[in-house]
């Protein structure tokens, strides 16, 4: 490969919670270290363990060279740089620049499109399990959040329930939706006819839809993005799409994520209320990182990228089933996280989930209590890192765990 994925980075004192934190609360998180003996492994929150791409960096630096960091507009090469890559990437044809919309992150640009569309009390239709986030921050809002289920079919593939969907929307006046593609935390890839049975049920309903798509560059072997505003004419003027480089980059820390919005009173509305905090404003060094991101170097490193994660869930995924009596898991088919159901597992052995999620971090395999994520025996791992740290965690699972 051109790029490394292979280098183990020591990340400590580097500003990086996924190994700082461990051992430590931050008052929202509470994260367990390892027992004395070994070495804490990071496989917990979303954050990679890989270096970024050079050109990202490079675009950095060339720009503090000029020291001088006084107020500015985007500039056209940051929407040029944009265009392109959802053209390369998903196919999107007749995007500009007025449909695109600068946002801190995908988080918020969720919120305040929430809020343009509904109020305090009113009710918000997510798939469950869901992503912390999404429940923090509607939770924090005001509103009232209901949990659609996904269901597994007879491969183990989780599906939207469209009948379930329809009732609760009905049910409950409901007329905004959270659309997590590809999903958080089940790994789904949603297909075509898949987003397609799903908006026709929100056209139905009248319910405007709020598209999460931060993961849609991290796709696994032989699936493929749909973007949710491409499957029909509604669904374009339907359907408010917030994306961003942070999560394919690793660019957290730097902020910068965008929204498009074909439907100009819809963006109208959500650019309002995105400005109304006065915070809400491009960083001149993220701006430079999205263009570096999305310059040749971007694509190449993101398809290497996308390899590898395919190899280490391919090898976590086949280890679990083979080792690990009582662990169910969907096979992700995008993002780098596996979200495991530990029932079976516990009730044959008698542990709680605490128990378990326990026994992992005290031989420094630091993954993720899935009961914020409406999992009730769950656990979120993270595979964003080196495979030989990947291969090291699962032996240990396999030898002081699950053996």
């Not at 009390?121 to 999404?134: A, Q």
């Not at 995105?274 to 170097?297: D, F, R, T």
């Not at 395919?310 to 898991?329: C, M, P, Q, T």
Request: hydrophobic share 35%; charged share 25%; with cysteine.
């Amino acid at each position: 490969m051109k790029y490394d994925f292979t280098s183990v980075i020591d990340r400590r004192g580097r500003d990086a919670l996924a190994v700082d934190l461990i051992g430590h609360s931050s008052g929202e998180f509470e994260i367990a270290g390892p027992k004395e003996g070994f070495d804490a492994i990071p496989m917990w929150i979303a954050d990679m363990n890989f270096a970024t791409v050079p050109t990202i960096p490079e675009a950095i630096m060339e720009r503090t060279k000029h020291a001088l960091y006084g107020y500015f507009d985007p500039s056209e090469e940051y929407f040029d740089s944009i265009i392109r890559w959802q053209e390369r990437r998903n196919g999107v044809t007749g995007l500009t620049k007025e449909a695109i919309g600068y946002e801190n992150g995908v988080l918020g640009g969720v919120i305040s499109a929430v809020s343009c569309l509904a109020g305090p009390g009113d009710g918000v239709l997510l798939h469950s399990p869901t992503y912390v986030g999404f429940t923090g921050s509607l939770t924090n809002g005001g509103y009232r959040i209901v949990h659609s289920p996904l269901k597994k079919d007879e491969d183990g593939i989780w599906r939207m329930d469209y009948e379930d969907m329809d009732a609760k929307l009905k049910a409950g006046n409901i007329h905004v939706a959270v659309f997590c593609s590809p999903h958080n935390p089940c790994g789904r890839v949603w297909e075509r006819w898949e987003i397609e049975k799903a908006m026709e049920v929100y056209r139905a309903n009248d319910c405007y839809v709020i598209s999460d798509e931060i993961w849609s560059d991290i796709i696994l072997k032989g699936h493929k993005h749909i973007p949710t505003q491409s499957v029909s004419e509604d669904a374009r003027n339907r359907t408010m799409a917030f994306y961003a480089p942070s999560k394919t980059f690793n660019l957290a820390g730097l902020i910068g994520s965008y929204h498009i919005i074909y439907n100009k009173y819809l963006r109208d509305r959500v650019t309002a209320k995105s400005s109304k905090c006065h915070y809400n404003n491009m960083n001149v060094l993220s701006m430079h990182a999205l263009i570096g991101a999305y310059k040749p170097e971007g694509y190449e490193w993101v398809d290497e990228l996308c390899e590898v994660i395919s190899g280490n869930v391919d090898y976590a995924y086949n280890f679990i089933r083979e080792h690990f009596e009582g662990v169910e898991l969907s096979k992700p088919q995008g993002t780098y996280m596996l979200f495991l159901d530990c029932q079976k597992w516990c009730e044959a052995h008698g542990k709680t989930i605490d128990e378990l999620q326990k026994a992992g971090t005290d031989v420094g395999v630091i993954w993720q209590d899935g009961r914020r994520f409406h999992g009730p025996y769950g656990i979120r791992v993270n595979l964003a890192l080196p495979f030989d740290r990947v291969k090291e965690a699962f032996d240990r699972l396999e030898k002081y765990v699950f053996g």
